[in-house]
């Protein structure tokens, strides 16, 4: 299980299908996804294969039928949240 923050602002949805970047093969789903106002964009949580859970490595998340439209995404911790709170001060 990880996180994803996608790289447009369109939200996934449960059940779409993960792939490598350029590839045609499945590594995981998506179980969720939501816009985040406090980061600005798009986030998920995924079941990824284990070597592809490294936070930082680039996804691609299917749309529609998963070759027609993919969208990028990045790996991230589970927690999407301002654990520093830099965001709060103005």
């Known amino acids: 299980m990880v996180g994803l ?3 447009g602002n369109e939200v996934a949805n449960g059940g779409q299908w993960i792939y490598c970047v ?9 179980t969720s996804g939501t816009y985040s106002a ?4 798009s986030i998920a949580l995924a079941q990824i294969a284990p070597e592809y859970a490294e936070l930082g490595t680039v996804l ?3 749309w529609v039928d998963g070759m027609k439209r993919r969208e990028l995404a990045t790996v991230s911790p589970l927690a999407a949240y301002d654990t520093s709170k830099s965001r709060v001060r103005s």
């Open 5 to 7: 923050e996608l790289g």
């Open 22 to 30: 350029g590839a045609h093969w499945r590594i995981g789903t998506i």
């Open 38 to 41: 406090i980061l600005n964009r």
């Open 60 to 62: 691609e998340v299917g």
